[in-house]
C-alpha cells in the first residue's frame, strides 16, 4: 500500500463522530434498560435489573437517559449551526444516490464480502466495484438512516419528557414511545452493521484508522473512494 497519506477528516468531524458514537452507545444501554417487560425486551429481564443496579433505580436510569439525550441533541444542533455549510455539504453528500451505481455497489460489495469473487463471477458479473465518492453506497444508506432515525428520536423524546411536566394526555406519549423505540432499534442495527464494517473488516480498517488521525493511504482512497479520489488528489 501507499505510504502516501490523504487528508479525509478534520478534528471537528472526528470529534462530532465520537460523541456521536459514545452518546448513542449510552443512549442504547440504558434505553434497553428502561425495559422492564422482559417479553419484549430482547436481551431479557437481567440487563433492565443490571442497570437499575448499577444506576440505583428506575427513576435515575430514566434521568439519566434523558439528559444525556438532551445533551447529544444539543450538541449536535450546535454543531450544525457553526459549520452549517459543512453540514450541508454533508446531508447533501450522504442524500445524493446514483441509483444504478450504489445498487451494483450494494449487491456486489455484498456477495464479495460474505461469498467472495468466485461467487460474483458465476452469478456472470464482474469483480469489479462500482466507484464510489466520499461515502460510498452503505455508508450512505447508514447515514440516512442515522439523520432520520436521530430526528424522529429527538421529536418523541422531547414529545415523553414534556409530558411529564404539562401535557395531560397519554395518547401522544404512548405513540411517541412506541415510535422511539421502533427508530432506536433500527438505528442500532445499522450501527452494528457499520461497526463491523468500520472496525472489524479488514478491507474497511483504514476508514476507522482515519477517524483517529484525519488520513487515509493513497490507494485506499484511489480503490475505496474513487470518484473522491479524482477530486482531491491533486489537492495540497
Known sequence: MSSKMIHRHDKGAIFIHWFNAFCWIFLTLTGLGLISNEHINPVGAWWPNLMRTIFGSGETLLTFHIYVGLTWAAVILVYILIRFRDSLGFLKEVFTLSPARDA??????NVQLTLGNNALKKMGMTTDIPPQGFYN???KVFAQLTVLAGLIMVITGIIMYISTIILNNPTPVAWSRTIHYLMAGIAFAG???HIYMAA????????????FSGLV???????????????VKNKP
Do not use: C, N, T
Not at 451494483?104 to 460489495?109: D, E, F, N, Y
Not at 493513497?218 to 474513487?226: G, Q
Open 200 to 211: 472489524i473488516s479488514r478491507d474497511e480498517r483504514p476508514a476507522f484508522k482515519s477517524m
Open 137 to 139: 453506497a452503505g455508508q
Open 104 to 109: 451494483a455497489w450494494m449487491i456486489k460489495k
Open 191 to 193: 450501527l452494528l452493521v
Open 217 to 231: 493511504p493513497e490507494d485506499y482512497a484511489k480503490h475505496h473512494h474513487e470518484l473522491w479520489y479524482e477530486e
